[in-house]
Nanobody, 124 residues
Framework: QVQLVESGGGLVQAGGSLRLSCAAS????????MGWFRQAPGKEREFVAA????????YYADSVKGRFTISRDNTKNTVDLQMNSLKPEDTAVYYC?????????????????WGQGTQVTVSS
């Protein structure tokens, strides 16, 4: 059974940077779209970024475009999220997710597998 395990969360001051990583077990990692979502207290889970299996295409929420970068290493079965210029409103639990198709990537209900989440807190 595929497992997704996130790491790299923590506390950072506004304007700082963090790098999240997600390690996936299982086979055929390169055939899956990988994504990051986040959920702040009292809010719905929202799309952050996604990357196609070949890493040829990336997708970002408008709120993080230009500040966050998603990447993957299909030889290591990992997907990373580099977060720069962090803002207090980026504070949330960040989740790694996996799905087969890139269609409707922003809908969390269409992602098949999820990690346990990692907390990111940005202080002002």
């Amino acid at each position: 059974q595929v497992q997704l395990v996130e790491s790299g969360g923590g506390l950072v001051q506004a304007g700082g940077s963090l790098r999240l990583s997600c390690a996936a077990s299982g086979r055929d990692f390169s055939t899956y779209v990988m994504g990051w979502f986040r959920q702040a207290p009292g809010k719905e889970r929202e799309f952050v970024a996604a990357i196609s299996g070949s890493a040829g295409y990336t997708y970002y929420a408008d709120s993080v475009k230009g500040r966050f970068t998603i990447s993957r290493d299909n030889t290591k079965n990992t997907v990373d999220l580099q977060m720069n210029s962090l803002k207090p409103e980026d504070t949330a639990v960040y989740y790694c997710a996996q799905k087969h198709s890139v269609l409707n990537y922003a809908d969390p209900n269409l992602w098949a597998r999820w990690g346990q989440g990692t907390q990111v807190t940005v202080s002002s």
